[in-house]
């Protein structure tokens, strides 16, 4: 996948809206407001000090939370910018649904085009976003005065220069708002659209990227004189579909209509793009529920008291492992993490990065809702599936070492982490039994992961209940255990892989208590990768 951007924040005066208060509180927030509501019940509605004192004391409440609040829709802004240019790369993910125009450039003007006919209510392309913003609006107590900011996510390391540019600069950016309707994922987290607008921005200077046209075409404020308008995507804002208002012939030049369409027109239009893009837009929305679940699980835990999970007396046995295995090691007890150093030899190595390399595409995660394995918006790796077929050597090792037979074995990852890439901490268990990547009513009992490159600087596996950092080194292995024989997920193997400097390449698979046996996930129907065999 691609980079997860370095989130810089800008907060300027602006205008707009006030959140939801009681809506959007986290528990903590809504414990310490009825405590400081408890102390302050005895005073009398007569005494004028008694007023005073009660008014600074809620506005401070006031304060508290919004402080949560902000924090939480930073973090879904910042978590939605991180999905939104994942799915913009074009070497990630390509609309091919949503690529019917081009740009022309004749005698130095600049036209988009439709490249086929295009009926009322299809798309003709996506609108990008190069930042994602948030402005809202804080009432002051006691005044009439309201406080207004604005935060802004975007990709410091890309487009840093374009913030240091003045506004003034003609065509240097473009804001689009986008509104929320209570189908909207974002709409519980960035809250009410009359007090907060999202926000998207456009830099035209940035390279054009087919499918992703929003913004470059013309516009007029007559809608009778242009052919489309802008669209929130049903249930996957901040994405936005430039949509069709009338049929659009090949070669007509696309011109984006200013003025807001009457109601039944906008309803009747998303009606439309949402019962003939249903696949489409559904996948991409489920990009987008998992990052604002992502901003409101992170919420939740900073509001609960943290604790280590299942102690190691709730827990066990787990997977047994071959102890007599060459070079396993020990590197933590309770819970057991093992290494092997140089359990892969460097040939092995460099050819797996070599046979991997043409095939890689976005990385797949545990969606946590459901215990399926789906698209990752977050991890912002890519990855490639190795056939066992084609590493008989490794696969022996693996299944020497792991005590298990290949049918118990995951299909093979192959992932690389570009600079800046990396994966959140995570658990790779379930609790309970679960279907997922081809097995079923089963469980991962054991994590193997091999690093195939050295790196030097960053992209360490981290285990913060453990306070344990691994440093990759090539064809060193790592296992620990992320359930027990009896279903139970073990949080204590919480980790992470951090974002990575120097390129960082893994080779991982997973041991499961069953062998796989559903078939649309056997090895068979893997594709090969190349001749050469490992």
């Given at each position: 996948?691609?980079?997860?951007?370095?989130?810089?924040?800008?907060?300027?005066?602006?205008?707009?809206?006030?959140?939801?208060?009681?809506?959007?509180?986290?528990?903590?927030?809504?414990?310490?407001?009825?405590?400081k509501?408890k102390?302050?019940?005895?005073r009398?509605?007569?005494?004028?000090k008694?007023?005073?004192?009660?008014?600074?004391?809620?506005?401070?409440?006031?304060?508290?939370?919004?402080?949560?609040?902000?924090?939480?829709?930073?973090?879904?802004?910042?978590?939605?910018?991180?999905?939104?240019?994942?799915?913009?790369?074009?070497?990630?993910y390509?609309?091919?649904?949503?690529?019917?125009?081009t740009q022309?450039?004749e005698?130095?003007?600049?036209?988009?085009?439709?490249?086929?006919?295009?009926?009322?209510?299809?798309?003709?392309?996506?609108f990008?976003?190069?930042?994602?913003g948030?402005?809202?609006?804080?009432?002051?107590?006691?005044?009439?005065?309201e406080?207004?900011?604005?935060?802004?996510?975007?990709d410091?390391?890309?487009?840093?220069?374009?913030?240091?540019?003045?506004?003034?600069?003609?065509?240097?950016?473009?804001?689009?708002?986008?509104?929320?309707?209570?189908?909207?994922?974002?709409?519980?987290?960035i809250?009410n659209?009359?007090?907060n607008?999202?926000?998207?921005?456009?830099?035209?200077a940035?390279e054009?990227?087919?499918?992703?046209?929003?913004g470059r075409?013309?516009?007029?404020?007559?809608?009778?004189?242009?052919?489309?308008?802008?669209?929130?995507?049903?249930?996957?804002a901040?994405?936005?579909?430039v949509?069709?208002?009338?049929?659009?012939?090949e070669?007509?030049?696309?011109?984006?209509?200013?003025?807001?369409?009457?109601?039944?027109?906008m309803?009747?239009?998303?009606?439309?793009?949402?019962?003939?893009?249903?696949?489409?837009?559904?996948?991409?929305?489920?990009?987008?529920?998992?990052?604002?679940?992502n901003?409101?699980?992170?919420?939740?835990?900073s509001s609960v008291?943290?604790?280590?999970?299942?102690?190691?007396?709730?827990l066990?046995?787990?997977?047994?492992?071959?102890?007599q295995?060459?070079?396993?090691?020990?590197?933590?007890?309770?819970?057991d993490?093992?290494?092997?150093?140089?359990?892969?030899?460097?040939?092995?190595?460099d050819?797996?990065?070599?046979?991997?390399?043409?095939?890689?595409?976005?990385?797949?995660?545990?969606?946590?809702?459901?215990?399926k394995v789906?698209q990752?918006?977050v991890?912002?790796?890519?990855n490639?599936?190795?056939?066992?077929?084609?590493?008989?050597?490794?696969?022996?090792?693996?299944?020497?070492?792991?005590?298990?037979n290949?049918?118990?074995?995951?299909?093979l990852?192959?992932?690389?982490?570009?600079?800046?890439?990396?994966?959140?901490?995570?658990?790779d268990?379930f609790?309970?039994?679960?279907?997922?990547?081809?097995?079923?009513?089963?469980?991962?009992?054991?994590t193997?992961?091999?690093?195939?490159?050295?790196?030097?600087?960053?992209?360490?596996?981290?285990?913060?209940?453990?306070?344990?950092?691994?440093q990759?080194r090539k064809?060193?292995a790592?296992?620990?255990?992320?359930?027990?024989?009896?279903?139970?997920?073990?949080?204590?193997?919480?980790?992470?892989?951090?974002?990575?400097?120097?390129d960082?390449?893994l080779?991982t698979?997973?041991v499961?208590?069953?062998?796989?046996s559903d078939?649309?996930?056997?090895?068979?129907?893997?594709?090969?990768?190349?001749?050469?065999?490992?």
């Amino acid at each position: 996948m691609l980079k997860l951007p370095a989130i810089c924040c800008l907060f300027v005066i602006l205008n707009d809206g006030i959140f939801t208060v009681q809506a959007l509180a986290t528990p903590a927030a809504r414990s310490r407001k009825s405590r400081k509501q408890k102390t302050s019940s005895g005073r009398g509605f007569g005494n004028a000090k008694a007023k005073v004192a009660d008014q600074a004391q809620a506005a401070q409440i006031i304060d508290e939370i919004d402080e949560e609040l902000d924090a939480t829709s930073k973090r879904a802004v910042s978590n939605l910018f991180s999905v939104c240019s994942h799915i913009q790369n074009p070497q990630l993910y390509q609309p091919k649904w949503a690529d019917a125009c081009t740009q022309i450039n004749e005698n130095g003007e600049k036209a988009v085009i439709a490249t086929r006919n295009v009926e009322r209510g299809q798309v003709l392309t996506l609108f990008p976003i190069h930042a994602l913003g948030l402005r809202t609006l804080r009432q002051n107590m006691g005044s009439k005065k309201e406080k207004e900011k604005e935060f802004v996510a975007y990709d410091r390391d890309v487009d840093e220069e374009l913030f240091k540019q003045e506004d003034q600069q003609a065509g240097l950016r473009v804001k689009l708002n986008i509104p929320l309707d209570d189908e909207q994922p974002a709409y519980p987290i960035i809250g009410n659209r009359e007090h907060n607008v999202l926000f998207s921005m456009f830099f035209p200077a940035k390279e054009v990227v087919p499918g992703w046209l929003g913004g470059r075409m013309k516009a007029l404020s007559a809608v009778v004189d242009s052919n489309c308008v802008t669209i929130p995507l049903p249930g996957a804002a901040p994405l936005c579909a430039v949509v069709a208002t009338r049929d659009v012939k090949e070669g007509e030049e696309v011109i984006q209509g200013m003025q807001a369409l009457e109601p039944d027109a906008m309803e009747e239009l998303k009606g439309i793009l949402s019962k003939k893009y249903t696949r489409d837009i559904s996948s991409l929305r489920l990009h987008i529920e998992m990052a604002c679940e992502n901003a409101q699980e992170a919420a939740q835990s900073s509001s609960v008291p943290e604790t280590n999970g299942n102690s190691s007396s709730e827990l066990g046995p787990f997977h047994q492992l071959n102890l007599q295995y060459p070079g396993l090691k020990k590197i933590h007890q309770d819970p057991d993490i093992y290494v092997i150093e140089n359990f892969l030899t460097d040939d092995e190595c460099d050819r797996t990065i070599a046979k991997s390399t043409p095939h890689l595409k976005p990385c797949l995660v545990k969606n946590e809702r459901n215990g399926k394995v789906e698209q990752d918006p977050v991890r912002t790796s890519t990855n490639s599936n190795l056939p066992q077929r084609e590493v008989p050597t490794i696969m022996q090792k693996m299944t020497d070492m792991a005590c298990c037979n290949a049918n118990q074995l995951e299909i093979l990852q192959v992932l690389n982490y570009k600079k800046g890439q990396q994966f959140i901490p995570h658990t790779d268990g379930f609790s309970g039994k679960f279907n997922a990547c081809g097995f079923e009513q089963s469980s991962r009992l054991a994590t193997i992961f091999c690093y195939l490159n050295d790196v030097v600087h960053g992209g360490s596996t981290y285990f913060p209940e453990l306070d344990l950092d691994i440093q990759p080194r090539k064809g060193t292995a790592v296992i620990h255990f992320p359930a027990d024989l009896n279903w139970r997920e073990d949080e204590r193997t919480l980790h992470q892989g951090k974002p990575a400097i120097d390129d960082k390449w893994l080779l991982t698979t997973w041991v499961w208590k069953t062998e796989r046996s559903d078939e649309m996930y056997a090895e068979s129907k893997l594709p090969s990768l190349s001749s050469d065999m490992i």
